[in-house]
């Protein structure tokens, strides 16, 4: 073992070592900077197809795999992929509001259709680009050193557009995101240039001006505007944004057709995705009111919804916002790096409307101050030759004498630098000239020339004196941009009528059966004419069959004690053997059903309350009106079991009614259902009948005669009599002593009848 390795505690580098990945994540991948609106693969991409690549707007296109090739090997080591991924986005005109790259080829589409190969794609920049990176050359900003050192790379970009609120940033770095929507270009340079004019200005203040989010999908913010001022105030929060629809009536034959055509979709999602949606809604009955969807999109969107007569569009859509994503929230998070005191490194922080241009103000100020001292010392690069120039041609012919007489050209600067007293820059220029510069009228363009970049000078000059004047020609650059690129917005706001959305609206109004088996397999069947001619499973049978409107509800009670309610209306219709009743639940290993009951006004029990007994005899009362509503899939309890113990079945019972009890080994009691407590929750119960041994609870009756078959085949009868009652909590007497109860011989399911003039309820509308 080697002496010389330093022994550290794991924890303490494993600490290190993951708060150096979550900076480099956080400064360097995910998060955009607040000055340029872009992440670091971004603006490599941009920087080396203007500065390397030279691949301007007025360039021809170049393949792709040349861009991502170039960006990855210069400046960004993180694979291809993620390179001509974030390249593709920047050329997508639905995911950008202002696309920065001019993609030719298949660029994907809103449909989710992915991009072709970037062998196969080309590219260049837009001219929206040139705004972003032009001020690039004239030491605008700060750079750094490429990965390896062999380049330097501009930590920012010169950026004259506010472009992390005009185009928007998503991402995800460690503990903390992005998700910044995007905005118009007109709204948000107007209100840069209103906290130009006035400093002391508000995020609330600032909504004047910036309306709201302006998705490049278009849509409608249903989003209040006291929403959207908490947003910008606070930098988080949600907008919800819903698809634009209208009505068209399409005439066929002699009949009218109404159909719904959605114009626009939300933010983010594919149309394709959309589409299927509805489609599988259609194809699964939820949604009867709608009979079919149709794309018919081409540059625009134009999906087709197709309803049934007297369907109403407004129902319809209500319920498409609600379960499909014709309507989606957003979410907003102002989340970006701001300027620290070390220029290389930004520091993450939530910001409000207000910060967020105040910071790209200060930067367009700092770099407007820095593009006019580079112009500046250009200018008096320039200014210095001519002043050369115009001292040598006040005397032309002794400058050509001494050149001519010179041993070379140091000679000859040597002796023009003492005789003229120049410097060496200036003689060189002189030395350099050419001998058509010595004509007359060349001499008056350069001591012209001279005049003119003396008095830009000067006009350079006093900018930089005034802060205010350096304030003026950053509002003078944001009025000329939004000149040029300002649209109007493709995303409406307010006037958007809430539709209420009510579910009993979407279920189509008919009676129907429910057949559940002995296994536990459930359908519904719009009708039942014989129970034996529907479809089982091999060895199973139907248990029970329970009669309702599509509106109205079913209860199954298991041998755990819990009820699940359910619209007949969601249990799936079939023709075949059904579906297990656990894909409607969430039922625990061993759970099963044991009894049902409709809920439909006209076959629901008179009684107001249910009695189940327990295999341990167990008596438990509880009200049906709990469980009247739909419940949840896991159900609602309605005893508590010990341990071991199940619940036989579930009865209506009122309280003067004969409760009938019968074990495995026959023992029989009969009392009165009301010796039973009521219970006003989930509960054990009380004591009904107290088996011998092992013996258990095989079924129980209230008001109904019960047939057993014992051990040896007979047939055993059991009536509820008043005269044969007792106390609860008795042992009962032995109605078959030596044989004992096998099974129960249960009745055939009988088919309900309903009336649809009791409720009005019952036909299909």
Not at 88 to 116: C, E, K, T, W
Not at 387 to 415: N, P, S, T
Not at 471 to 499: F, M, N
């Amino acid at each position: 073992m080697r002496n010389d390795i330093p022994s550290i505690p794991l924890h303490e580098e494993t600490q290190r070592r993951y708060l150096n990945y979550a900076l480099s994540v956080i400064t360097s991948r995910a998060l955009p900077d607040v000055r340029d609106g872009l992440k670091p693969v971004q603006r490599r991409i941009l920087f080396d197809m203007y500065h390397d690549l030279h691949l301007t707007n007025e360039a021809k296109f170049r393949k792709c795999a040349a861009v991502v090739g170039d960006v990855m090997g210069k400046y960004h080591p993180h694979g291809d992929s993620s390179i001509y991924d974030a390249l593709v986005r920047m050329a997508q005109p639905f995911s950008l509001r202002y696309p920065i790259v001019d993609g030719h080829g298949n660029f994907g589409s809103l449909d989710g259709d992915s991009p072709a190969a970037m062998r196969y794609t080309e590219c260049r920049l837009q001219a929206f680009a040139t705004e972003l990176i032009a001020e690039l050359k004239q030491r605008t900003v700060d750079w750094r050193p490429n990965y390896d050192g062999t380049r330097s790379e501009p930590i920012v970009v010169p950026s004259r557009v506010p472009n992390l609120l005009v185009n928007g940033a998503q991402g995800i770095a460690v503990g903390m995101a992005t998700a910044i929507p995007p905005h118009n270009l007109g709204e948000v340079v107007d209100a840069a240039i209103a906290l130009v004019d006035d400093p002391t200005l508000e995020s609330k203040d600032l909504c004047r001006f910036v309306k709201g989010p302006d998705f490049p999908t278009g849509g409608q913010l249903v989003t209040s505007r006291k929403d959207l001022k908490d947003i910008y105030e606070t930098g988080q929060g949600s907008v919800k944004l819903r698809g634009e629809w209208k009505i068209e009536e399409e005439t066929r034959g002699r009949s009218t057709v109404t159909n719904v055509i959605v114009s626009s979709i939300p933010y983010g999602p594919t149309k394709s995705s959309i589409v299927q949606q509805i489609g599988d809604l259609i194809v699964e009955k939820k949604l009867p009111l709608l009979q079919d969807v149709r794309d018919e999109s081409t540059e625009d969107v134009r999906i087709v919804l197709e309803m049934r007569k007297g369907a109403d569009p407004q129902v319809v859509m209500a319920y498409l916002f609600k379960h499909t994503n014709l309507q989606m929230s957003i979410q907003v998070n102002f989340t970006c790096l701001v300027p620290t005191a070390n220029p290389e490194v930004g520091a993450p922080e939530r910001l409000d409307l207000a910060k967020m241009l105040r910071h790209f103000l200060d930067f367009r100020l700092e770099v407007v101050r820095r593009r006019l001292e580079f112009e500046l010392s250009e200018l008096s690069a320039r200014i210095h030759v001519l002043e050369g120039f115009a001292k040598v041609y006040d005397a032309l012919d002794e400058m050509i004498r001494i050149i001519r007489r010179a041993e070379g050209k140091a000679d000859a600067a040597e002796k023009l630098m003492k005789r003229f007293e120049l410097d060496e820059e200036q003689v060189d220029a002189i030395l350099e000239l050419k001998l058509y510069k010595l004509a007359r009228l060349e001499i008056l363009l350069i001591q012209k020339e001279l005049a003119e970049k003396q008095k830009e000078a000067r006009k350079i000059e006093a900018l930089l004196k005034s802060k205010t004047r350096l304030w003026d020609v950053v509002r003078a650059e944001l009025s000329s941009l939004r000149e040029t690129y300002a649209d109007k917005r493709r995303t409406k706001l307010g006037g958007i009528e809430e539709i209420e959305f009510d579910p009993d609206a979407y279920i189509l109004h008919e009676d129907a059966n429910v057949v559940l088996t002995r296994d536990g397999w459930v359908k519904r069947l719009r009708e039942l004419k014989d129970v034996t001619s529907t479809r089982t499973r091999e060895g199973d049978e139907v248990a029970v069959v329970l009669g309702g409107n599509t509106r109205e509800c079913v209860a199954f009670f298991t041998n755990f004690g819990s009820a699940y309610v359910v619209r007949l209306n969601d249990i799936p219709p079939s023709s075949g053997y059904g579906d297990p009743v656990q894909k409607l639940f969430k039922f625990r290993d061993n759970e099963r059903i044991v009894d049902a009951l409709s809920l439909d006004p006209r076959l629901r029990p008179k009684e107001e309350n249910l009695l189940a007994v327990t295999r341990r005899g167990f008596g438990v009362r509880f009200g049906l009106a709990p469980h009247l509503e739909v419940s949840t899939r896991a159900g609602r309890k309605f005893a508590r079991l010990d341990e071991g113990d199940e619940i036989v079945g579930v009865r209506p019972a009122r309280d003067e009614a004969i409760l009938v009890v019968a074990t495995a080994a026959s023992h029989v009691l009969q009392c009165r259902a009301g010796e039973v407590n009521l219970l006003a929750g989930p509960g054990k119960g009380v004591t009904v009948i107290r088996p011998v041994e092992s013996d258990l609870v095989i079924a129980f009756a209230v008001d109904e005669v019960m047939t057993f078959e014992t051990g040896k085949g007979k047939i055993v009868e059991i009536s509820p009599s008043a005269r044969s009652l007792t106390a609860r909590g008795g042992k009962g007497w032995a109605e078959a002593k030596r044989d004992g109860f096998a099974k129960l011989l249960r009745k055939p399911p009988i088919i309900p009848q309903m009336s649809p003039a009791a409720t009005g309820s019952g036909q299909a509308t």
